[in-house]
């Protein structure tokens, strides 16, 4: 009885008289600005592509969100087609959303329309690939700290006191793109450290495991010798994984290369394919990109005001390491 005659006290210091009762419980009062606030609000999503683990993943994350805070999201799918993407910018402009989603296929192709669209009053977030134009958020891989981990992770199995050749393949992505420039630059920075390094092939596979294969079943005939492989996406390098095994040198050369996490990721792993992934985590990544949306959503600042970015944590996946609540599916997702 006491503490509910001080809360009420309290209540009626605060001036929360009237409906505001310690008998009747206390309504929040920050509750409504917050869905209030995102209420209607019509977000968009331009992906590289869908049908794929990584905008797959993200998708049934953010849609959870939206359905549960009122606001939509909608995807524009270019399916891998840097035209079509840019249609679509360029269509958003015109429709003025609330906010833009944008996963990069290069740091250059989307740089104009992204900085239009803020011009515009238009918000935009950066997906996991950035542009050279910075927006009011950021949020993904450091591409730099993932090549750095995979660059240190050949040296040590390849480089000075490792006995072996030292010799290093790099399976690029699309080279334009900002995970490629940035790796690459990473890579070159820690391999120019250890001389006993040699870079016998730099190649682009562009996205595709049967081109990364083609490029390793080569620089093996070439360089049967090959200590180590450094490669772009996990999805893209399992086709080098699969030129080294047919090749019966699985146990000689090392493969890293990085990816979102998921389950076939890790079966690849087991099955010998690939040594070491660096794991952005997309689930992680999901919830990351969910609370930027929320705080970009609710800023009062205008667009393209204020910028940020966050990169997200990795995860290094090995043999030694997986299990079966280590790697993602998407069925647990949505």
Not at 33 to 62: C, H, N, Q, S
Not at 76 to 98: C, Q, V
């Amino acid at each position: 009885m006491k503490i509910r005659n001080i809360l009420a006290a309290g209540l009626m210091a605060l001036g929360l008289t009237g409906a505001a009762h310690a008998d009747d419980g206390l309504d929040n009062p920050s509750r409504n600005p917050f869905y209030d606030g995102l209420k209607g609000k019509r977000v968009v999503f331009i992906p590289l592509a869908m049908g794929f683990d990584l905008t797959e993943g993200w998708a049934a994350i953010m849609r959870k969100q939206a359905a549960d805070l009122g606001y939509t999201l909608e995807i524009r799918d270019p399916n891998w087609s840097t035209d079509a993407g840019t249609r679509a910018l360029t269509a958003l402009i015109a429709e003025k959303p609330d906010l833009i989603i944008a996963h990069n296929p290069d740091v250059q192709s989307y740089a104009r329309l992204l900085k239009r669209a803020m011009d515009a009053g238009i918000k935009v977030i950066q997906l996991n690939l950035e542009s050279v134009v910075p927006t009011d958020a950021y949020v993904g891989a450091d591409w730099s700290r993932v090549g750095y981990i995979e660059a240190d992770a050949l040296v040590k199995q390849c480089g000075a006191g490792s006995g072996k050749s030292g010799k290093i393949a790099i399976i690029r992505g699309q080279p334009t793109a900002a995970s490629d420039l940035y790796e690459l630059y990473a890579y070159k920075q820690t391999f120019a450290k250890d001389p006993s390094i040699k870079v016998v092939s730099e190649q682009a596979a562009q996205y595709d495991p049967a081109k990364a294969r083609a490029i390793m079943e080569t620089v093996l005939q070439q360089h049967p010798d090959l200590c180590g492989v450094v490669g772009n996406w996990d999805n893209q390098d399992v086709g080098a994984g699969a030129a080294i095994q047919a090749a019966g040198k699985a146990d000689d050369i090392y493969l890293v290369t990085s990816g979102g996490g998921n389950k076939i990721g890790c079966d690849n792993i087991e099955k010998g394919l690939l040594d070491l992934i660096i794991s952005y985590d997309v689930p992680l990544q999901g919830n990351a990109i969910n609370q930027q949306i929320v705080q970009t959503l609710l800023a009062p600042a205008k667009a393209g005001e204020s910028k940020t970015s966050y990169y997200t944590p990795l995860t290094l996946l090995t043999k030694d390491n997986i299990g079966p609540r280590t790697c993602w599916q998407l069925d647990q997702l949505k």
